[in-house]
């Protein structure tokens, strides 16, 4: 009788590399799959490690281009935001690398799928819901679910110890007392000594972008340009030259390696799991963090105020909560999406931005096609086409409810 057969999210850690040996030792045929979402990885020695253990078949797939393209971009385009400061960078990453895995088991023919997701964590919910949603007749086994193994192997000791058992080699140290997940929207950190949110992050603990106090005291200034809320253009100086890159992939990029440079892109936050567990954790997010400030400044050139107000209220909330709670393959993600698309239509122009000591700043936006803007009409050294005659009555239909509501006040004796 043939073996079943798994398909493991596998990233060449100490974790998924046991849980690899652990599936092979439940007789299971394993193929590994691993997402190349722009983190800085070894890939050709995680195959090597993976083969090495005993993985039937590793798959590495590129996933860059899609993931700014597709999750990146859109959040971009609608302001996506969780609890006011986080940017996503996780969660956006997530629906590629599901929807890769899951191609993989299909190709595969495997049964079931795997990963390396703790029980307490938002990303065991954000993959399974993806993979349900994607493959209706998946199985999921989540070892960090099930007794079998986590009363086995409890904590970190115990997967070493496993892992020498197994012949599995390992690079541990507990010299970076914390976990990260990194992917070229943002880099996390969370656990281990970042679990008391009273304690300073280390200064050695971010990885991608230079502490702010040390950053260059020369500011650096670049243009970005927005057809449809999606940045186009990127233009700026590289080496004394004049650099223009509109490749989708390259721009983001660029946008990073110009933030990252500048310190750019740094919160310490506490919050919400989707679980109902309150986490702290630390994330790096430069270019995005750009992207997204100067694609709000633009909104408020060419976006039509009641557009802008509704799109905020409803669509930008509800977006970054289904993304945050891995609801993106769902008829909700997909009408959202169609009303950002909706909303941005008129949101194209240039804005000119700044990065400087881990601060962002706009210097300047113009819009050749788009017209709500008219520096006449809001000038207040000319009258225009605007009469202001005309708000005294605008300030009377106004004042209507307001006086009726000071009235009562007044009658009942109470204070304003």
């Known amino acids: 009788m043939p073996k079943e057969k798994v398909c493991l999210a596998y990233s060449g850690g100490l974790d998924t590399s046991c849980i690899l040996a652990w599936l092979i030792e439940k007789n299971y045929d394993v193929v590994c799959f691993m997402a190349d979402v722009g ?35 859109p959040a971009i ?29 299909q190709k595969e023919a495997c049964q079931y799928v795997s990963h390396g997701c703790t029980g307490k964590g938002n990303d065991q919910v954000r993959f399974e819901l993806a993979f349900y949603a994607l493959n209706p007749k998946i199985r999921v086994i989540a070892p960090w679910r099930d007794p079998a193994f986590y009363e086995v192997y409890a904590g970190r000791n115990d997967l070493l110890a496993y892992a020498e058992k197994k012949g599995i080699p390992v690079t541990s140290t507990k010299s970076k007392p914390w976990s990260m997940d990194e992917n070229l929207a943002h880099c996390s950190y969370e656990a281990g000594i970042l679990e008391d949110p009273d304690v300073t992050p280390p200064a050695d603990m971010w990885k991608l972008s230079i502490d702010p106090l040390k950053a260059p005291d020369k500011p650096e200034d670049f243009t970005l340009e927005f057809n449809e809320g999606i940045p186009s253009k990127l233009e700026y100086q590289e080496n004394g030259k004049r650099t223009v890159i509109t490749d989708p992939l390259d721009l983001f990029l660029a946008t990073n390696a110009i933030a990252r440079r500048n310190g750019v892109g740094r919160i310490d936050i506490l919050e919400n799991r989707f679980i109902g567990i309150k986490s702290r954790g630390c994330y790096e997010t430069p270019g995005l963090t750009c992207l997204r400030a100067a694609h709000i400044d633009l909104e408020g050139l060419t976006l039509d105020r009641e557009v802008r107000a509704l799109r905020d209220q409803f669509v930008t909330f509800n977006y970054s909560k289904i993304l945050y709670n891995g609801l993106y393959f769902s008829p909700e993600r997909e009408f959202l999406e169609a009303s950002i698309k909706a909303s ?12 400087y000591k881990g601060t962002f700043a706009v210097l300047g936006r113009s819009s050749q096609t788009e017209k709500l803007y008219d520096m006449n009409e ?5 009258i225009g086409d605007f009469a202001p005659s005309d708000t005294s009555g605008f300030i009377s239909v106004q004042a209507i409810r307001l006086k009726k509501y000071g009235s009562m006040k007044l009658e009942a004796g109470e204070r304003m």
């Open 39 to 73: 983190q800085e990885e070894d890939f050709e020695a995680a195959k090597r490690k993976a083969t090495k253990i005993g993985a039937k078949a590793v798959y590495v797939e590129d996933l860059r281009k899609e993931f700014v393209e597709e999750l990146c971009f």
């Open 77 to 105: 385009q609608c302001n996506a935001i969780y609890e006011s400061v986080y940017l996503l960078g996780t969660s956006l990453a997530r629906p590629v690398i599901a929807r890769a895995q899951i191609a993989v088991a």
């Open 344 to 355: 941005q239509t008129h949101v194209n122009g240039t804005v000119r931005c700044r990065a």
């Open 378 to 382: 809001s000038s207040m050294d000319e």
